[in-house]
């Protein structure tokens, strides 16, 4: 069964510093990988997502997210953090032959930007 | 304006009291799916249906119950809530259970159970 670990629970970022937030997976075979941001008393809203094709995957709000294979890992990554960035990310992985069936989501890391 | 709506958006009840969780969306979606949200746990899937009529069960389904009749909506019944059900309750769709798409989420409902 595939698993997901989300090393950080807060991670502190100045505004305008980069962004990294790590996300490690556990599967098999090749896996659908997410990232979703959950701003505060709102849903869940889909950041980007990787199926297949090229490793390094654009999404929206200027994010981008690189596929690891060999490091099992999908770390989300910003250049320049506004302070509307402050919310809740979860990383989430798929298996190919369950789709959303079965999408598991990492205990998330709480974004906080600092002035 | 494509979304999953879901009400009540906070509901506080006492042990036992049946209550009913809706979940509707307007996409057409085959797909719809209902996770718990738990400090330091993350999501977690209770059930999901692959279509009208078709359910399964998730990673928690214990004092759950689903139904699908009609496309748009899928119902979260707690037949006898218990306090250990408290918590932030989120409805997804998504066109296919295997689609490229992405999952969309309802706003969620905050259940308390005294």
């Known amino acids: 069964a595939q698993s997901v670990t989300q090393p950080d629970i807060h991670i502190t970022v100045s505004e305008g510093a980069s962004l990294e937030l790590r996300c490690n997976y556990s599967y098999g075979a090749t896996p659908y990988l997410f990232w979703y941001v959950q701003s505060p008393g709102q849903g869940l809203q889909l950041l980007l997502k990787?199926?297949?094709?090229?490793?390094l995957v654009q999404g929206i709000k200027g994010f981008e997210a690189e596929f690891k294979r060999s490091q099992s890992s999908f770390n989300l990554r910003k250049p320049s953090v506004h302070w509307s960035d402050a919310a809740e990310y979860f990383c989430a992985v798929g298996a190919w032959n369950t789709g959303f069936q079965k999408l598991v989501f990492g205990t998330g890391t709480r974004l906080l930007v600092s002035p | 304006e494509a979304q999953v709506t879901q009400n009540p958006r906070y509901l506080i009840t006492v042990t036992g009291k049946k209550l009913t969780v809706t979940c509707s969306q307007n996409m057409n979606h085959e797909y719809m799916s209902w996770y718990r949200q738990d400090p330091g746990l993350g999501l977690r899937q209770i059930y999901y249906s692959m279509n009208v009529e078709v359910t399964d069960k998730g990673d928690v389904p214990e004092g759950y119950k689903v139904s699908r009749k009609e496309k748009r909506n899928f119902p979260l019944i707690l037949e006898s809530p218990s306090p250990n059900q408290t918590s932030l309750y989120f409805c997804?769709?998504?066109?296919?259970?295997?689609?490229?798409?992405?999952?969309?989420f309802g706003p969620g409902t905050r259940l308390t159970v005294t």
């Open positions: 997804a769709s998504s066109l296919r259970w295997d689609s490229s798409d992405e999952q969309y």
């Open positions: 990787y199926f297949s094709g090229d490793t």
